[in-house]
């Protein structure tokens, strides 16, 4: 049964990013992961593909769809490689995602054309050593001074953040006190900025081929008109950013489920024990119809809160809920596809095993597991 959620461009977008996914993406995903390497050549086919600013007007470089259609395409890319999905959802989400819902008119036209391309990405500072889970517990500062904020302080954990192709980042920063509390303003500072460093994170046990970066303030200068917002907004912005970033997440773990369970049941289909494919034993059967029944109900309360959004109804409820349940059933599905493999499912030739180690993110990653339950008790009036 074909979900009541799509039309005939939502199928075209995933039969096109299926298509691309599987020439492009998959012959070179291992060697990629291996050697750790972040690909701008394949950033800028998606690029080409039309993968960057989907949701952004045409006016301004972009695609202009719905928001369902971009969670398509990062589900589509997902099934073959998280590393690659993770660049797109960053970019969109996280660096795209601030600049068009909060940038002035001036900042729209300075930088949303640039990055929908593929030829420029953009970073979302937030995380810091000491503020993860708690935004709040940011130490970075930015002081207004003769009409320029001075910025002193480090992010990290920071897709696409220190990459040829970063042209820079949205900064949470202390700006100030209000009421004795922490005022938080974000504000946009390009790469070439004085006293603005990054440096690449290596040893990752996943999205070894995406660029994750921290990120160094040293009396970095920037215009006042940088700010992003209005003036001690930063929070919410972030936060509000995260609403949405939450829906990408959530479909990298759908994308990864769908990937997992389809290694898993042709794996069980053609490996045979006690003279007949694994699959036709009712433990091992069963095992794939949960699997299957789990991704069901994942994209549909996935496709749900897109639907919300795009109709321009609350949907910070069903995000959250959707990060969750697409990232948990992510983790179970991968264990369950890595079992049926048996030991082949440990190896390296095997892509379940990456499959199995990129998913592990998603239940931190915008949010934890435990963060989201938060947000959803507090939406329904816990």
């Not at 972040?38 to 989907?54: D, R």
């Not at 440990?346 to 947000?375: A, P």
Request: charged share 25%; with cysteine; hydrophobic share 40%.
């Amino acid at each position: 049964m074909e979900s009541p959620f799509l039309n005939e461009q939502h199928k075209l977008i995933r039969e096109t990013v299926r298509d691309f996914a599987e020439r492009k993406i998959k012959p070179v995903a291992k060697e990629l992961d291996e050697k750790e390497e972040f690909s701008e050549q394949l950033t800028k086919e998606i690029g080409e593909l039309g993968l960057f600013g989907m949701v952004v007007p045409e006016k301004l470089g972009g695609q202009q769809m719905d928001y369902l259609s971009y969670i398509i395409a990062v589900e589509e890319l997902a099934r073959i490689d998280g590393s690659q999905a993770a660049t797109v959802a960053a970019h969109n989400s996280l660096g795209i995602g601030p600049i068009l819902n909060f940038g002035t008119k001036e900042q729209k036209e300075k930088y949303l054309p640039q990055l929908c391309t593929g030829e420029a990405l953009w970073a979302f500072g937030l995380t810091e050593p000491d503020a993860g889970s708690d935004s709040r517990a940011s130490k970075t500062k930015a002081v207004l001074e003769d009409g320029k904020w001075r910025i002193n302080g480090s992010k990290t954990f920071i897709t696409n953040g220190s990459s040829r192709l970063t042209k820079g980042a949205t900064v949470q920063a202390i700006s100030g006190k209000n009421n004795g509390r922490k005022e938080f303003s974000t504000i946009l500072v390009d790469m070439e900025t004085a006293g603005f460093t990054s440096s690449t994170m290596h040893g990752k046990m996943m999205w070894r081929a995406s660029n994750t970066s921290e990120l160094f303030f040293d009396d970095c200068t920037v215009p006042e008109s940088n700010i992003l917002g209005k003036r001690g907004q930063g929070s919410k912005i972030m936060l509000k950013t995260l609403d949405s970033g939450r829906l990408s997440i959530a479909a990298m773990g759908l994308g990864a489920a769908q990937g997992a369970f389809e290694l898993a049941l042709n794996y069980a289909k053609e490996r045979k024990q006690f003279g007949k494919a694994i699959s036709k034993f009712q433990i091992n059967s069963f095992k794939l119809a949960d699997m299957a029944l789990k991704i069901e109900l994942a994209r549909n309360l996935l496709y749900k809160a897109c639907w919300l959004k795009d109709n321009k109804k609350p949907f910070s409820k069903e995000a959250a809920m959707s990060k969750l349940y697409c990232s948990e059933i992510a983790k179970e599905v991968a264990d369950e596809a890595v079992q049926l493999h048996g030991g082949y499912g440990l190896m390296k030739d095997y892509d379940i095993e990456r499959i199995f180690r990129d998913q592990r993110l998603l239940q931190i990653g915008e949010g934890t597991s435990e963060i989201q339950r938060l947000v959803i008790s507090r939406l329904i009036g816990c």
